[in-house]
T-cell receptor, first 109, second 120 residues
């Protein structure tokens, strides 16, 4: 079956760095997405990886290893506004997104 | 670019009534739109995939006669919750795929702001 695993909740300190891991199993693979979702709001697109390696975009970076079925989202210089849920989603061979349950990130001062 | 709007943002209705939610792509034409439902503290659950000019494809367990989807144009899809009951109370979110790559890869889904439905 198709499955996405990511931690339920993480806590980090303002100004620090946090890495949110995601493992996936899908029927075929057409890329790995990360979305940010603040409470009560819709998800917003953060990143997309389809090739192995690290993609850096400002304070956020996303990494993919297709052979390991593994991705992570790295957030640097954490700010209070980064408190949100981070959703990992893998796209299967039918271009359907398989969603993880999300990781709630709590930032403490 | 790739802005998706949803209306209404919040609706409260009585049990047994029907509610229509609109999803519009504002600056692009979306041949495919998606309807999701999200319960508190849970992830997104895909309800159906809506293709312009054809019938929607529903996920297993989603009643097509209860959740009517119409994708009449390249910029508008509607979800009608018929005979709504309290268990239908949820956060309904639509998304659309921009077939012309703009801010992200072609496969990226852009989400509307969501509609919070409360059925009394």
């Amino acid at each position: 079956g198709q499955n996405i695993d990511q931690p339920t909740e993480m806590t980090a300190t303002e100004g620090a760095i946090v890495q949110i891991n995601c493992t996936y199993q899908t029927s075929g693979f057409n890329g790995l997405f990360w979305y940010q979702q603040h409470a009560g709001e819709a998800p917003t697109f953060l990143s997309y990886n389809v090739l192995d390696g690290l993609e850096e975009k400002g304070r956020f970076s996303s990494f993919l290893s297709r052979s390991k079925g593994y991705s992570y989202l790295l957030l640097k210089e954490l700010q209070m506004k980064d408190s949100a849920s981070y959703l990992c989603a893998a796209m299967d061979s039918n271009y359907q997104l398989i969603w993880g349950a999300g990781t709630k990130l709590i930032i403490k001062p | 670019g790739a802005v998706v709007s949803q209306h209404p943002s919040r609706v409260i209705c009585k049990s047994g009534t029907s509610v229509k939610i609109e999803c519009r792509s504002l600056d692009f034409q979306a041949t495919t739109m998606f309807w999701y439902r999200q319960f508190p503290k849970q992830s997104l659950m895909l309800m159906a995939t809506s293709n312009e000019g054809s019938k929607a494809t529903y996920e297993q367990g989603v009643e097509k006669d209860k959740f009517l989807i119409n994708h009449a144009s390249l910029t508008l899809s509607t979800l009608t919750v018929t005979s709504a009951h309290p268990e239908d109370s949820s956060f309904y979110i639509c998304s659309a795929r921009d077939p012309v790559r703009t801010a992200g890869p072609q496969e990226t889904q852009y989400f509307g702001p969501g509609t919070r439905l409360l059925v009394l």
